[in-house]
């Protein structure tokens, strides 16, 4: 004769085996697909807010030393622009040219750590540090050091989204990771390329490539190059614009429809092996 069986003992693994699940599920450590959505709550752990706190806090306690270095009569000459009407203010009275020519060590020091800090806690105003890099050192050294920046603090934002970024990205921009992160999939072979063609024409915010890169498994080494060699176009838009500050009327008005057309113009010819290679598998 079979036993009868113990519904009681029963229901109560089952709810245990759920809750065990749900617990897993909300565990810090449990790697969650791109695009997952969240019930609202702030994405971040206290241990992965603390990670990024303490971050933000080392960052800012470097760019206080390195201003710290500065004269003290200098501080008043030291102003970041946020405007265009800024940029003009500064370079007619020529506080920030002055002060570059007195102490060029500490103001290159003192930029590069500003625009990288910037760049790297998604901080807005990285385009009036271009403008102001071609107005004070023209286009060639300007450039150079916007490109310069721009990549490193690209990659500085890229390794702390590698470390903390996953939640924070799925809670902000969940529909778009997963189209990212699906066309990412699809262009495997020639992924640099295809990085090159976003990083060149205004396609998607390099904050989203930025925070999104790690999180959709692109290689470091890919990103890096793709940023390195797709930031030049813009940048020396941006850079030369700097010298004519007085024609500039709003940031708008560097990406006008002839710029826009140059800009995919060159990122179609950057996306051209991966087309032919493609005619060629279907032919």
Not at 55 to 65: E, I
Not at 126 to 142: E, H, Q
Not at 256 to 277: A, H, Q, R, Y
């Amino acid at each position: 004769m079979v036993a009868p069986r113990n519904l009681g003992n029963d229901g109560g693994r089952l709810r245990d085996e759920e809750n065990a699940k749900e617990e897993e599920d909300d565990s810090p450590t449990t790697k969650k697909p791109a695009g997952a959505k969240f019930d609202g709550r702030f994405p971040l752990t206290r241990w992965e807010f603390a990670v990024a706190l303490g971050v933000f806090v080392f960052f800012s306690t470097g760019l206080f030393c390195i201003y710290s270095t500065m004269p003290a009569a200098e501080y008043g000459r030291i102003r970041l622009p946020r405007t265009i009407s800024d940029l003009r203010m500064l370079k007619s009275v020529d506080q920030l040219a002055t002060f570059a020519n007195d102490y060029p060590a500490q103001f290159i020091m003192g930029y590069c750590s500003t625009y990288i800090f910037m760049q790297t806690f998604m901080i807005p105003g990285t385009i009036f540090m271009s403008l102001l890099a071609g107005a004070l050192f023209g286009v060639v050294r300007g450039l150079f050091l916007v490109v310069f920046n721009a990549t490193a603090g690209a990659s500085s934002c890229y390794f702390l989204s590698k470390l903390i970024g996953r939640p924070l990205v799925s809670w902000l921009w969940p529909e778009k990771l997963r189209l990212f992160q699906a066309e990412i999939s699809k262009r495997r072979e020639k992924l640099l390329n295809y990085m090159l063609f976003l990083r060149i024409t205004p396609t998607l915010p390099n904050l989203f490539i930025n925070l999104a890169s790690p999180i959709v498994d692109i290689p470091f080494h890919v990103f890096f190059l793709a940023t390195l060699l797709g930031l030049i176009p813009a940048s020396y838009i941006t850079v030369r614009a700097g010298l004519a500050l007085g024609d500039l009327k709003s940031v708008k008005d560097l990406y006008d429809f002839k710029t826009l057309s140059v800009l995919f113009l060159i990122g179609s010819i950057s996306i051209l092996p991966t087309l032919l290679k493609r005619k060629r598998t279907y032919e």
